[in-house]
């Protein structure tokens, strides 16, 4: 009985988490959301969807966006856009389509690699691993029906992603890791002593993983970080949360993350020198901080007071945020481009 508990348990804080990392304001545009890319010279550009709907997650420097389109009565498929190719289909992972089969893209690198998760025609979810060349490659030897058992949440210039995996067949067992193209499993990251459970959701080029710690006697998230040598260790701890990770790294080593309390969600910054401390809002009692450039511009998505939700950029951790006119930024490059979405209907 208590492990049955701690099953629902883990899947349900998984569903959670990922539903508030990537599509946390599905209903913010609901009918005709479409995928956009944003830059301070030509302003919000419509990419179009392939479906009825569409999200981007990330874009590379040279403009390249993933994300996902909803077919019609399907779940959601991954596109990758650019402006050679227009919008494109990634397809599943294994092949083959169906009703219940999908494909979400979530990090693109400068060579143009994808990650994410999909689930197979077959029921199995596996983390991917995408190039143009070569499709889909399957990063784990164990595959898993529980949803967000094998992800790929972050890819950097040099090939490594990480995300989680289930550790062993048929134990809800997830731990974060760290894959390269050619290994036949990834390499486990491992826990922090006194945790059961790892994820990893950013990765910058110095190998420095960012992510979250999981416990099952106070049923708390805490944000981690790993890198080569030093292992895995808490970043801080804030009063009151009951969910926190690092959700992205750069190569200076800024951290941003997402705290939860139960009555809020809050968006946090550190540089590993300093506390975390909450970036300033709109008002509203939500703010995200999804996506960070190697210039430190953070960007994400606010409710204001009037509980209306809005697409934002930090220009530095202490500024107040820029309104984007966006609902939601979810990445940006080095080139202050940034990926994210809006209402098609009220497109300039």
Known sequence: MILTKLTLLMKRLL?????????????AAFGQTHAYIWDATNGPRDIGTLGTESYAYAINDSGTVVGIWIPPGHYQHGFIWSEATGMVDLGIPGGGDSPTANCQPTAIN?????????RQVNGQQVAFYW??????????????????????????????VTGNFLIKRGALRYHAYLWVPGLPRPRDLGVIDGQDFSLGNGIN?????????????DALWRPIIWAKGSGMRFL????????????AINDAGQIIGLDQTGTADLAFYTDRTTSLRFLKGLGGNTTYALGINQQG??????????????AVMWLTPSSTP???????????????????????????
């Open 322 to 348: 820029t309104v984007l006119p966006l609902s939601a930024a979810r990445g940006i490059n080095n080139l202050g481009q940034v990926a994210g979405e809006a209402a098609a209907a009220t497109s300039p």
């Open 236 to 247: 801080g701890e804030v009063d009151g949360s009951l969910f926190a990770w690092g959700t």
């Open 297 to 310: 511009v953070i960007v994400g998505f606010c409710r204001d007071t009037a509980d209306d939700q809005h």
């Open 205 to 217: 080029n110095l190998g420095m993983m960012v992510g979250g710690s999981f416990s099952n006697p």
């Open 131 to 160: 190039t143009p060349e070569d499709g889909f490659t399957v990063i784990s030897e164990f595959s898993s029906n529980s949803d967000n058992g094998n992800t790929a949440y972050a890819i950097n210039d040099l090939d490594q």
């Open 15 to 27: 569903r959670v988490a990922c539903a508030a990392f990537f599509l946390a304001d599905l209903g």
């Open 110 to 118: 400068a060579a143009g690699h994808v990650v994410g998760s999909g």
